[in-house]
Every structure is written in C-alpha cells, then in structure tokens.
C-alpha cells in the first residue's frame, strides 16, 4: 500500500472536503474584494456540499436501482473520464442485471471495477526486452504530456535493476529540451547522446542506438519532441526515426511508448489512433496520475486499440515510477472526490 | 458530430414541423444527443447537466415555426446558450498606464505556462510596451533556459534568479527590477503544479500575496478532461482568477474544458493558443469556440485568418483573370500556395463545417505531401504546357514531364484531366465572395487529393449552368442563414 502511492487512498478522500475549504481562508478573501465574487464562491461551496451528499448515498448500504440511481452511477462514471459511450454500456449492463433489486452499492461498483478491470488486464504489461543487444524504447506524446520526465524515472527504474541506460536527447525542436534531459542525465548518472537544437532528430536516434551498440549499453530510451497527431510531417517524421532505429538494430524499437497526461479527455483517443498509425506504439506510460485526474481515458484507449498500460507516473521526482497495476487502478478510479 | 447532433434532433422532432411547440418529452431524445456530444467533447458532467436543462427551459413552449425544421431551430438555442455561458468576451490586458503591470501564469504540469508566457510576451511587445519575463519555475530542470531561449527569440529581457531556490523571492525580485528600470509589463511564468498539492498551492498564494500581480491567469490544456473544474476551482480559489488561457488548440481537441472553466471560475477566456510558434495567440471567440464544441467547424476563424494571409494584390490579379474567363495551371499553382499560407491542409479542413469528416477519411493521406508532388509537376512543365495543358500535353511531354517531377505517368495524366474539370468551375467562382470561394477551393482541393474521387467535368454540362446552381444554392443558404439569425435575435 505504501509503495503504491495513487495518491488518494480512502483516508485522503476523506481529508479532502476541509481541505477544499481551507484554500480560501477569509482573509484571502478580504483582501480582493468583489460582492459578486464572494457570492459566487459561497454558492460554489454550498455545491461542494451536495457533491459529497452524493458520496453519502453511495455510502448508504442497500440501495434500489432505478432511474436515480443510475443517474449518479452516470456521473460517477463519466468523471472517471472513462467516456460517454463506455459509461453507456457499462449503465446498460448494469440495469440489466440490478435493476428494480436492492443491492449493496459496493456489489454493483465491484462488478463495474471487475469488467473494466478484464479489458485492462494484458500480457505485455511488462516492458518487451532484446534477447541480445541493447533494448531501444521510443518515447513519443503530445506537447506537455510529460515525456521527458518519464523517461527520466524509466531511466531510474531500469538502473535500479542493474541495466545500463543511454539517452537519446531527440527534442531538438522545443527550447532547452536537450537540456532537460541533460540535466536529468547527469543527476542519474546516465550517459546521454545529445543533439543540436533544430537538428533532424531521426540523426540522434541514429547516433544514440550507435551508442548502445558500440557501449554494450542494455537500455537505449531516445526521447521526441511533443507533436500533436493532426500534424501529417510531425507524425512523418516519427514514423522516419523508427524507420532509421529499425535500420540499425531489425528488433528495434523494441517498445514504442505513448505518454499520455491522465488529466487529458476523450482526445487521448485520437492521439492513440495517431501515434499508433505514425509510430506503432506498443505500450502506455500514463503520466500525471498523482493528482485530481483519474485517468480513466485509458478504459477505452486500451480498448480500442489493444495498447497496454505499462507505467503510471505519480509525482516529479525520479522514483516516481510505477509499473501499471490494474487492481489498484480500478479500485481507486471511482473513488468521489 | 453536429450532424450527429442534427440528426438525432431531427428524428425526434420530425413530426413536430409546423405545429405544435416544443415540449420537454419532444425534445428530450433529441437534447440526449447534445448531452452525449458535449461529454464526448470534454465538458464537465455537472456543467452539461446544468446546461441542458437551461436549454430546455429556453426551448420550452418554442412554437415550431412553419419554414423550420424543429432540430435546427433547437440547435439554434444550444448554439447561442454556448456562446452565452463562454462569454462575454474581454481580450484586454488591462495594461496599466505609468506604473509597471504584473501578470502572472499559472497552472498544472505541461499545460503550456512557458511558451503561453513567451507569447503573451510578444503580443504586449507588438503593442509597443517594454516586457520582461521573470524565470520562476525553479521545479522543472532547465525551465528557465526555455525561457530564456524564447526570450532571446522574441528579443525580450527575461529576469533569472541567481542561486536563489525560493520562487516567491524570485518574483519579488524580479518585479523590483522591472519596476526600477521602468518596465511596462511584467510576466511571472510559475511553476506547474496540481491543483491538490496544498503546499505549492499556498506558495503560489504568497507570490500572489508578496508581488500583487494585477492580472493572473490560469493556463489550461484543451485536451483537459473532467478535472478541468476540479483543478481551475483549486486554483480560483488560492488566487482568484481574472483569466484563461486555452493553449493546443491546433489539434483536434472538442475543447469541452473551456465550458467547464468558464462556468467554473466565472471569469473570461481570454486567448487560446494555436501552434508552437511564438505568434500562435489569438483572441478568444466563444461563437467560434461554442461551434468547435458542437463540432460545427470554424469558418469564421479560417476567414479571418485567410484575409490576414492572402496575399491581397495577388488575389485581385487572380480575380481579374479569372473573370476575363483565363485560368491557367500558373493560376492553380498560385492559388495552392496562398491557401498553404493558412497552415496545415489538416489544420484549414478541419476549420471548415462539414469537412471534419472528410479530414478523418483523408487522415491516411498526407495532404501537404500530395500538395506538393503537384507543385512539382506544375514545375516540371514548360510556360505554354501550363497555360494550355489540356491540348498540348500529348504523350511524350508527360514522359518528360513525369521524369522531370520524379513521378509516376499516371500522376501528370491526372492533373491535367483534374485541371480539365476544373478550370470550368475555377471562372465560375470569379464572382464569389471570399468566404464561398474558400468553401469551394477547399471542396475542390479536398477532391483532388483524395485517391477515390475524381474532379472531372460533368457530363453534358458547361460549367456556366451549375455555376448558376451554385448560386442559387448559395443564396438559398444565405436566406436561411439570415432568416434564423433575424429569428434568433427576435427570440431572445
């Protein structure tokens, strides 16, 4: 329980309603005023408040399920940011089978949490290894989704397992990015290929696979710039990178990983479909999980396009790594804040 | 989506045409698609609850007028709710006059805080006011280098601490330098930080408390989902908001969080970011917004940016050949580029109402790419191929012409049988205004890049008689266009 910090365990979702409050003492308050404002804040905790007598429904043992309480189970669901349609779905399986009875609310989110949990669960959950050679990982996303700090802790991760790791600096196109990673780099005690701002990042695949190879290096993690899948030449140039790795080593890249924010909606869709067609990803590291947002876009993105989760990133810091864990995923995902 | 929307109102409100008024039972199934395609676009549940509702109220006891089709005139009411809950608009900066303005960014990890700051920068800078930056992100490694890189971009000083590890010591210091040298403007670019951590919270609270911005805005990731409330409320809440600051939205992003923020926090949006470049800030518009939302497209944004960009003289001089009945494969080439001049052919199609689908089905082919294999064959010819392709090109100049382009033969075959069918259509849109003629050129470029579709000439047809079609066609639209807003504005 304690290695696996999700960051809201039962006891912080309690903490959490004088917790809201606190933020804005009223001497916060005071100091800039505005009628309106201060109107509009106190209607706004009197809404918090209904939110929680939500959670106290949910608490209450025994519950009929009808048109109501479906209606809260929607909400409930649709925060998770599982998506509409899946929300759908999982509504009508559940009004086939409860409706009309009294059941235990638990039994009924048990149920929800066990088919979620039968498509999330894969067998390459873990990260695919060369069986000689350096192991290349592609790390790939849209801007700000965090792959440059994940690749520092996936860094972290597989030298804390005795594995020789080599970065790719392939950023070459946001500012200072190169020096993000080189910083990371020599805080972990890495080796780092890196390369000149504006230069083609498909030449620092190439120069930090070299790397691998010539320095019997076991990892090699090359990172990319941030792209959004609407843009044809960015994705073009993914596909190029991969393109160039294969060429050196034909197993490689052997994982090709798709951060994702947890924060992000149902457009986490479509930048699966985009990265999958341009880069062939093979698996997810879901970023950002440690704060408010659940995730739970990866429901239908696994679903959808068969892509396991293989990494929760829950903090800043370097040790801030997870491998993925279904269980625990699906146990806190509906969890009312 | 909107024609998802439009169809599942439709079905439920078919047979109201004409008589009756719209009641909650009628309407309900129709609102359903609605309320599926605002979740689908991001918008916080408790919001789209909210919202439907007030749509229904509004809607309620709506006479169902004769002429009008019953779900576009629901879709009316959502449209124009959108844009009330986004708005109203307020793009000022509030700059304050003879004393230095502080304002400060912040928001959550890899939202868009530096390169929004960069831009904000820019677009004070372009007003003719002194800006500096001033580097607090002390938390991410090498965050103030970017800074410093934008700033040397955008050639504006940027305020980086020297040793000091306390970021509220860091603005302070910053905002006194400023303000000892005179500087109009002060940017503070904070660091990301979730909403939950009650500790960085507070630390953003004595920044706020310690410097006093005048202006903080909150910048928000279109992609967000239905945390958007959660966190804009925590940070609404430690430091009271004046602003947003949407940034991403070059991509396909709904953009359902600018709904779940504005009504939130209560306070405006005031630009959106729109590409990595250092001039992709643009006004926030929440007509425009509430149609992204709706899936409707964006053609007012694509006009305003084509009038921006076109190149006026050559527009004008393409328009009198075009009238004087010439158009030419010089002309085609010309008007390509101009359009390339937008952006993206993705980002241009995916602006324009209805083609958002189209953009889906062409997502395999890279339309920029085929843009230019056709540049090259239009290069590859000689001045008086291009002027008269359909009569000159015999088989052996597109031999040379197919070598000369490094393309296959088939491919200049095409271009001369697509330009056939197009020069017909090309003079007929001579008379157009800017905004159908941009509808057309799209319809057509979307034509002739997509690998199943041909443009060629209709049979038995002149191309003046469907230009006549056209027209009608186009005035039929504009009446109906004006009949709904007339009866929009006598509505409400």
Request: proline share 3%; glycine share 10%.
């Amino acid at each position: 329980m304690a290695l696996f910090r999700f960051g809201r365990s039962q006891d912080d979702s309690e903490k959490e309603i004088p917790r809201t409050e606190s933020t804005s003492p009223e001497s916060d308050q005071a100091s800039r005023p505005g009628f309106l404002a201060r109107l509009r804040s106190g209607l706004e905790r009197t809404r918090q408040v209904l939110v929680t007598d939500v959670r106290d429904l949910f608490k209450r043992e025994g519950r009929l399920v009808d048109d109501g309480f479906l209606e809260e189970l929607r909400r409930v669901l649709v925060q998770s940011d599982i998506g509409p349609s899946a929300t759908d779905a999982i509504l009508a399986d559940i009004a086939v089978r409860y409706r009309a009875r009294v059941v235990e609310v638990e039994t009924v989110l048990d149920s929800i949490r066990s088919g979620l949990l039968e498509r999330l669960r894969f067998k390459q959950a873990t990260l695919t290894l060369a069986t000689s050679g350096p192991t290349v990982i592609l790390v790939t996303g849209v801007n700000g989704s965090g792959k440059t700090t994940s690749i520092a802790k996936l860094a972290r991760f597989l030298s804390r397992d005795g594995k020789r790791v080599v970065l790719g600096a392939g950023d070459t196109f946001r500012a200072a990015a190169v020096e993000q990673l080189a910083l990371w780099a020599e805080r972990l005690g890495v080796e780092i290929v890196r390369g000149e701002m504006g230069c083609d990042p498909a030449s620092v695949a190439h120069r930090a696979v070299a790397v691998a190879i010539a320095g019997n290096f076991d990892i090699c993690i090359i990172d990319t710039a941030g792209r959004l899948q609407t843009q044809a030449n960015l994705m073009q140039e993914l596909s190029k990178i991969r393109r160039v790795v294969t060429k050196q080593l034909p197993e490689a890249p052997h994982e090709v990983l798709l951060v994702l924010d947890a924060t992000a909606g149902q457009n986490a869709l479509s930048q699966a479909r985009g990265f999958q067609e341009a880069a062939g990803c093979t698996g997810i590291v879901l970023a950002k999980l440690d704060g408010s947002a659940r995730g739970g876009v990866i429901v239908p993105v696994t679903e959808q396009f068969h892509l396991p989760v293989k990494f929760v990133g829950l903090g800043e810091g370097a040790d801030d790594l997870e491998p993925f864990d279904p269980e625990r995923f699906v146990a806190v995902l509906f969890e009312t804040t | 989506m909107f024609d998802s929307i439009q169809a599942s109102l439709s079905h439920a409100l078919t047979a109201l045409r004409g008589r009756g008024k719209l009641t909650e039972s009628n309407m309900r199934e129709g609102l359903e698609g609605v309320r599926k395609a605002m979740l689908e676009a991001d918008v916080a549940y408790d919001v789209v609850g909210e919202f439907i509702e007030r749509v229904s109220v509004d809607a309620l006891g709506a006479k169902v007028l004769e002429s009008l089709d019953p779900a576009q005139q629901v879709v009316g009411i959502v449209h124009r709710e959108l844009v009330g809950l986004m708005g109203p608009v307020d793009h000022s900066l509030h700059l304050e006059q003879g004393r230095t303005t502080i304002l400060m960014l912040c928001g959550l990890q890899g939202s868009g805080k530096t390169t929004s700051c960069a831009k904000l920068a820019k677009k004070i800078k372009e007003q003719g006011r002194g800006v500096m930056m001033v580097a607090a992100d002390l938390q991410r490694p090498a965050a103030i280098e970017q800074l410093v890189i934008l700033g040397r971009q955008i050639d504006v000083a940027v305020y980086t601490p020297d040793g000091e590890r306390d970021p509220v010591a860091v603005c302070k210091a910053g905002v006194a330098k400023a303000k000892a040298e005179g500087i109009s403007v002060v940017l503070l670019d904070t660091a990301g930080r979730l909403a939950i951590d009650q500790e960085l919270m507070a630390e953003l609270s004595r920044i706020d408390k310690t410097v006093g911005p005048d202006q903080v805005y909150l910048v928000v990731d279109a992609m967000t989902g239905q945390d958007a409330v959660r966190s804009a409320k925590a940070f609404h809440d430690a430091l009271e908001l004046d602003g947003i600051v949407m940034t991403k939205l070059d991509g396909d992003a709904r953009g359902g969080a600018a709904l779940s923020v504005k009504s939130v926090t209560g306070v405006p949006i005031k630009f959106i970011g729109t590409g990595e470049q250092v001039d992709a800030l643009e006004d926030f518009h929440p007509d425009r917004m509430a149609g992204r939302i709706l899936g409707m497209g964006d053609v007012l944004t694509l006009v305003e940016e084509a009038q921006k960009k076109f190149d006026q003289d050559e527009m004008q001089k393409q328009e009198e050949r075009l009238r004087a009945g010439e158009f030419t494969l010089e002309d085609f080439k010309a008007m390509l580029l101009q359009t390339r001049r937008l952006g993206p052919l993705g980002k241009v199609l995916g602006m324009i109402p209805g083609m958002g689908g189209m953009k889906d089905m062409l997502a395999g082919a890279d339309l920029d790419n085929d843009m230019n294999r056709l540049f090259g064959i239009i290069n590859a010819m000689t001045p008086q191929e291009r002027r008269n392709p359909t009569n000159i090109i015999d088989q052996s100049r597109r031999r040379r012409i197919a070598t000369g382009a490094g393309v296959a033969l088939n491919e200049v075959g095409d271009l001369v049988k697509q330009f056939d069918g197009m020069s017909a259509m090309m003079k007929g849109m001579a008379g157009l205004g800017l905004r159908d003629r941009m509808k057309e050129m799209q319809r057509i470029q979307g034509e002739l890049t997509n690998p199943t579709g041909r443009l060629a000439k209709a049979k038995g047809d002149t191309g003046k008689r469907l230009t006549a079609d056209q027209r009608r066609n186009q005035k039929k639209q504009r009446d109906k266009e004006d009949r709904r807003r007339r009866r929009d504005s006598r509505g409400s």
